[in-house]
């Protein structure tokens, strides 16, 4: 059974900085891409970052991009979001995703339930 359990959430100050974790089981990582989404309340979901295997990139979206990174750990089956100088526009829920074909691409097969990051003073 495939899982992706998020979590690392919380509240952090402006300025701050917070790691978001995202364990993956019933798949192997390595063969997968992994997407971090976010969705604020009254607005679209964003795809911020990607990591794939198959086409050895990672990929930040425009908005995360210098202050946010990604990066992979197969032994432990978990991709993590470093996210640095957050912002109060960075309030979401976070969400991973997964792709069984390992690129990074609209639609995803698998997600996770989200978890909360609030950045306010």
């Known amino acids: 059974q495939v899982q992706l359990v998020e979590s690392g959430g919380g509240l952090v100050q402006p300025g701050g900085s917070l790691r978001l974790s995202c364990t993956v089981s019933?798949?192997?990582?390595?063969?997968?891409?992994v997407a971090w989404f976010r969705q604020a309340p009254g607005k679209e979901r964003e795809e911020i970052s990607c990591i794939s295997t198959k086409e050895g990139k990672t990929y930040y979206g425009d908005s995360v991009k210098g202050r946010f990174t990604m990066s992979r750990d197969s032994t432990n089956n978990t991709v993590y979001l470093q996210m640095t100088s957050l912002k109060p526009e960075d309030t979401a829920v976070y969400h991973c995703a997964a792709d069984q074909f390992g690129i990074c691409s609209w639609p995803y097969d698998y997600w996770g339930q989200g978890t909360q990051v609030t950045v306010s003073s």
């Open positions: 019933g798949f192997p990582l390595e063969s997968y891409a």
